[in-house]
């Protein structure tokens, strides 16, 4: 019936006042955590925020990602799970300079290097919040790739949660059909192509790159929605 407690009657105050004492404790310890984890969100979105070239990335990839879990039967703990972490997965971003987040050019070595470190950069700033340890191998794999090329752990095939493999999906897309500073937008068509090569070469999981292109006019009017709600388009 969702009750925290319960009193046998006759119940003596005393007992009514311990349990009492012990739910209030609960109380405020749980609202310390969801403040905490509020934060953590708002700070997600602040660095999006920054850049024309984020603002909107991670709510559309939770969308995309929503929608091809939902079409693959996941459950609805999984989905809040995908959901929650497609917000976060690029926190780590924050410890990235804006010159190599925004650069206008190919990488360099070196800048490649420091751009590989977000992922463990969020694990640091998520980690001691206990409320969002389920979100870290969302945070942490989501560049993994099927070969074992990707990093920052080097993990291969169904070593990668399938969760994870979900959200690099959507994650490649939506940096595929947006603005970056180097080359404009890619159309849908010109998205799936370099997807359908990306999967065959192992990075991808080309299972799921089939099914999200299979999700069709429900997925392009999820596009456009998504589109409409963030203007500003983003680079992931």
């Known amino acids: 019936m969702g009750a925290d407690e319960f009193l046998a009657k006759p119940a003596h105050h005393h007992d009514v006042l311990t349990r009492c004492r012990a739910l209030l404790r609960v109380k405020r310890l ?40 939902e079409n693959l039967g996941l459950s609805a703990g999984e989905i809040d799970i995908l959901h929650r972490g497609a917000a976060l997965h690029d926190i780590g971003k924050i410890g990235v300079p804006d010159s190599i987040l925004d650069k206008p050019g190919e990488l360099t070595d070196e800048e490649y290097e420091v751009v590989k470190q977000h992922p463990m950069q969020g694990i640091r700033i998520l980690e001691p919040l206990r409320s969002v340890r389920v979100l870290l191998p969302l945070v942490r794999w989501h560049h993994e790739r099927m070969d074992g090329r990707g990093y920052p752990d080097g993990l291969s095939g169904d070593a990668i949660p399938v969760l994870v493999r979900i959200l690099s999906v959507a994650d490649v897309y939506d940096a595929l059909t947006s603005d970056r500073p180097y080359r404009p937008e890619m159309s849908r068509a010109e998205a799936l192509e370099v997807m359908q090569a990306d999967a065959a070469g192992g990075g991808l999981d080309p299972e799921l790159v089939r099914r999200f292109y299979r999700l069709g006019s429900k997925h392009a009017a999820l596009v456009s929605h998504a589109k409409r709600q963030s203007p500003t388009l983003a680079r992931a």
């Open 30 to 69: 749980t609202d310390e955590l969801d403040s905490a984890e509020a934060v953590v969100f708002a700070l997600a979105r602040t660095l999006e925020a920054k850049s024309v070239y984020t603002q909107g990335h991670s709510e559309r990839v939770g969308r995309y990602a929503v929608a091809l879990a």
